[in-house]
C-alpha cells in the first residue's frame, strides 16, 4: 500500500543535542509537510516542500530546519531542542498544491521527548 | 485568515447512540473543509471534505458532514457510534487559492461508553 512513514516512532534526545526526524512516502507526491503538533492542541504547520522548493511558515523557529534529498525523503532537524518542543511531529504530503479539494496524507507521527 | 473552532473539547456518547461533533470555521471566500481523525499514538486520517457542490458530504467509516454556508458550519454527525470511534476528531479549513495551508481546530475528544 502507498503510505507515509515516519522514522522512528518514539525519540528521546536530550537539551540541546541535535536530532533528526525521518519521512519517506511511496505516494510519489510533490508537497511533503511538516507539523508539530503538542499535547491537546492542534497540529501546526512548520513548513513545506513543494518538490524542492522550500517555504518556511512565518512563526516557526530558526531551530527547525528541514531538507528533501529526493522526491521520496523528508527530514525534520531540530538543532538544539529545549524542553519545549517535545511534542508529536507529523509528516505528510499532497500531489499538488492550490488544488481543489487537496487532501493530505498523514504519516502516523514521531513523538520526541527531550530530557 | 482561516481560522477554525470547535467548541466541545470532550463529548462523551454511548455506543449505538448519535453523534454530532461541531465546527465552525472563518473564512472570506468558500472554504475547503476537511474531517481528520485521530487514533492515540497514530496520525490523521481524512473521514471526509467539501470544496464544492452537494452540502452533504459522505466520508468513510459512516461518517457524514453538512456544510452551511448560513451558519459557517460543517458537523460531522453519524447515526450510530461505534467503540472503535473513540479517538480525537480534527476540523480543518483550507484557503481556495494558491497554497492551500490547512487550518486545523483544537480537536473534540470522542468517549464511547459501554
Known amino acids: 500500500d502507498a503510505m507515509v512513514i515516519q522514522n522512528p516512532r518514539y525519540q528521546v534526545t536530550q537539551f540541546g543535542k541535535p536530532v533528526t526526524l525521518s519521512c519517506s512516502q511511496t505516494l510519489n507526491h510533490n508537497v511533503m509537510y511538516w507539523y508539530q503538533q503538542k499535547s491537546s492542541q492542534a497540529p501546526k504547520l512548520l513548513f513545506h516542500?513543494?518538490?524542492?522548493?522550500?517555504?518556511n511558515e512565518a512563526d516557526t523557529p530558526d531551530n527547525f530546519q528541514s531538507r528533501r534529498p529526493n522526491t521520496s525523503f523528508c527530514f525534520l532537524d531540530i538543532r538544539s531542542p529545549g524542553l519545549g518542543d517535545a511534542a508529536m511531529y507529523l509528516c505528510?504530503?499532497?500531489?499538488?498544491?492550490?488544488?481543489?479539494?487537496?487532501?493530505?496524507?498523514f504519516g502516523p507521527g514521531t513523538r520526541l521527548l527531550v530530557l | 485568515a482561516q481560522s477554525v473552532t470547535q467548541p466541545d473539547i470532550h463529548i462523551t456518547v454511548s455506543e449505538g447512540a448519535s453523534l454530532e461533533l461541531r465546527c465552525n470555521y472563518s473564512y472570506g471566500a468558500t472554504p475547503y473543509l476537511f474531517w481528520y481523525v485521530q487514533s492515540p499514538g497514530q496520525g490523521l486520517q481524512l473521514l471526509l471534505k467539501y470544496f464544492s457542490g452537494d452540502t452533504l458530504v459522505q466520508g468513510i467509516k459512516g461518517f457524514e458532514a453538512e456544510f452551511k454556508r448560513s451558519q459557517s458550519s460543517f458537523n460531522l454527525r453519524k447515526p450510530s457510534v461505534h467503540w472503535s470511534d473513540a479517538a480525537e476528531y480534527f476540523c480543518a479549513v483550507g484557503a481556495n487559492t494558491g497554497f492551500q495551508k490547512l487550518v486545523f481546530g483544537t480537536g473534540t475528544r470522542l468517549l464511547v461508553s459501554p
Open positions: 505528510a504530503t499532497s500531489r499538488d498544491i492550490g488544488r481543489k479539494g487537496e487532501t493530505q496524507y
Open positions: 516542500y513543494y518538490d524542492k522548493d522550500f517555504n
